[in-house]
Antibody, heavy 118, light 111 residues
Framework: QVQLQESGPGLVKPSETLSLTCTVS??????????WSWIRQPPGKGLEWIGY???????NYNSALKSRVTISVDASKKQFSLKLSSVTAADTAVYYC??????????WGQGTLVTVSS | NFMLTQPHSVSESPGKTVTISCTGS????????VQWYQQRPGSAPTTVIY?????PSGVPDRFSGSIDSSSNSASLTISGLKTEDEADYYC??????????FGGGTKLTVL
């Protein structure tokens, strides 16, 4: 059974960089045809796709966030990571990591709340 | 930018049937597959429909999906409503750059 778990600071100051890691158990980030994805949900609002990294390392990002986002994979650690720079209060959200099986998001982490505040 | 529009909320009684729509802003919604996710409060979303009409293992056949090209929309239909179906539902598809796009979500109330 594949499991995903997000980790990282729950509080980030404005203008700084948000960094989160997703650890994958029960599977490998370097094998199979999967897009390892980040999705966020501001409190009380809908889902927003941030982007993904493929097992090969290639990436695809939401156009609205592309200038601030970096997603990378570390196969040796069975992890993939999100970095979002120059954050503002608008980036406050629950951040989910998820596996896109190329048909649908079949596994999700439990989500982690990141608050941007001084 | 490609967008998916859903009604903000729908409500229906237990045992009845409800349909949630998801309308594409441009192009043909039939060009890319549509998925539907259920999200209960405090939990991550789970898939109820993928590739327009397919159900993942474990999802009851009370859930069904369809595409209507004439209205450029996808629909999620839930029959025999149960109180446990009360949740937020999101449609999801892709734009021309293979970027994931979510609808704004629909709150289903079963009363």
């Amino acid at each position: 059974q594949v499991q995903l778990q997000e980790s990282g600071p729950g509080l980030v100051k404005p203008s700084e960089t948000l960094s989160l890691t997703c650890t994958v158990s029960g599977g490998s980030v370097s094998s199979g045809s999967y897009y390892w994805s980040w999705i966020r949900q501001p409190p009380g609002k809908g889902l927003e796709w941030i982007g993904y990294v493929y097992s090969s390392g290639s990436t695809n990002y939401n156009s609205a966030l592309k200038s601030r986002v970096t997603i990378s994979v570390d196969a040796s650690k069975k992890q993939f990571s999100l970095k979002l720079s120059s954050v503002t209060a608008a980036d406050t959200a629950v951040y989910y990591c998820a596996r896109d099986s190329l048909a649908y998001f079949d596994y999700w982490g439990q989500g982690t709340l990141v608050t941007v505040s001084s | 930018n490609f967008m998916l529009t859903q009604p903000h909320s729908v409500s229906e009684s237990p045992g009845k049937t409800v349909t949630i729509s998801c309308t594409g802003s441009s192009g043909s919604i039939a060009s890319n597959y549509v998925q539907w996710y259920q999200q209960r409060p405090g939990s991550a979303p789970t898939t109820v429909i993928y590739e327009d009409t397919l159900r993942p293992s474990g999802v009851p056949d009370r859930f069904s999906g369809s595409i209507d090209s004439s209205s450029n929309s996808a629909s999620l239909t839930i029959s025999g409503l149960k109180t446990e179906d009360e949740a937020d539902y999101y449609c999801q598809s892709y734009d021309s750059s293979n970027h994931v796009v979510f609808g704004g979500g629909t709150k289903l109330t079963v009363l």
